[in-house]
């Protein structure tokens, strides 16, 4: 997919609730998210699969919050499903505008709905406007570490796509990045993302 001028993609978390009854904490789901933006940050074209919860949870709820994060861990466990409500160190509060969560940990938020929505292909388009936005700290940055962790869990959620062998050539090309700049934590989240990619179905 080819940008139009002005845009580009920003790589952060998308926390959805599911519809029914209880708390919204207890239906959320958080996930990672591209979405192609402009400079205003005041629209976003979200492509999430016909597969994912969030493409499900957007097209009942209509809503959904984007958060630009520097906690590139978190976005490894979110790709590959480890991280939910009830992690400790996930705190959520209740969202401005629309009936959703927010990362309480993110830098920036961005509160959303859904103005056109087309689910005719298995990639998505849904186009949403921003309705309410908040920041909660400075984003302190990646390194090469980060860079390479943020990269291999986009590589884990196309693992159906693209095939273990595909990702997993890539991964070796990324674990030198993580060995030379990277501490405990990244090595951790590269080592599950690894782990993952080989459990993938054939």
């Known amino acids: 997919m080819s940008l139009p001028p002005g845009h580009r993609i ?5 926390t959805t609730v599911a519809p029914g009854d209880g708390a919204p904490e ?17 629209r976003m074209i979200l492509r ?11 097209k009942a ?32 509060r209740a969202a401005d505008r629309v009936e ?13 709905e859904v103005d056109m929505l087309n689910d005719r292909e298995e990639r998505t ?4 406007r921003v309705v309410a936005q908040g920041r909660l700290r400075d984003f302190l ?10 990269e291999a869990a986009i590589l884990a959620t196309r693992v159906h796509l693209t095939g273990r062998a595909h990702v997993l050539a890539e991964f070796e090309r990324l674990w030198p990045l993580v060995d030379k700049t990277g501490a405990e934590p990244e090595h951790a989240s590269l080592a599950s993302l690894e782990r ?3 459990d993938a179905p054939a």
């Open 100 to 112: 959703g969560l927010v990362l309480a940990g993110a830098c920036r938020f961005y509160e959303v």
């Open 141 to 150: 940055g990646f390194n090469r570490a980060r860079h390479a962790l943020v």
């Open 125 to 128: 388009r849904i186009e949403v």
């Open 26 to 42: 207890g239906r959320v789901n958080i996930a990672p998210m591209g979405p192609v933006v402009d400079e205003t940050m005041t």
């Open 61 to 92: 709820s209509g809503q959904g919050v984007f958060h630009v994060t520097d906690d590139a861990m978190l976005i490894a466990r979110a790709a590959i499903g480890q991280v939910g409500p009830d992690d400790h160190d996930v705190a959520l």
């Open 196 to 198: 993952f990619v080989r």
């Open 10 to 14: 920003i790589e952060g978390i998308m």
């Open 48 to 58: 999430p699969f016909t597969s994912s919860t969030t493409y499900r949870n957007l």
